[in-house]
């Protein structure tokens, strides 16, 4: 079992910054892909950036690209959402997730565990 635990969210202006951290519980942590996702009020969870087991391959929404940046420290066991440019529209509740296959992953579906998410908020 893995278990995720996400910190580093909270209140910010438009155009200030903010990092998430996840600490993950497993062993074989180094083999996870890792992946953000955000879920804003009356709208589905939704892919905002992924990263590979070896940190090598990252993907990120169109919506964040260019503005958020994803990191893995596998010795660590940490994995981080650095945020940049905070728009309003950026205000949701952030999920980290862990993907046992090794690739990236682009949907909910392809994640195994998930934490128990972070408020973000973005006043304008």
């Known amino acids: 079992q893995v278990q995720l635990v996400e910190s580093g969210g909270g209140l910010v202006q438009a155009g200030g910054s903010l990092r998430l951290s996840c600490a993950a519980s497993?062993?074989?942590?180094?083999?996870?892909?890792m992946g953000w996702f955000r879920q804003a009020p009356g709208k589905e969870r939704e892919f905002v950036a992924a990263i590979s087991w070896s940190g090598i391959s990252t993907d990120y929404a169109d919506s964040v690209k260019g503005r958020f940046t994803i990191s893995k420290d596998n010795a660590k066991k940490m994995v981080s959402l650095q945020m940049n440019s905070l728009k309003p529209e950026d205000t949701a509740v952030y999920y980290c997730a862990a993907r046992q296959a090794g690739g990236l992953g682009w949907r909910v579906d392809e994640y195994d565990y998930w934490g128990q998410g972070t408020q973000v908020t973005v006043s304008s």
């Open positions: 497993a062993p074989t942590f180094s083999t996870y892909a």
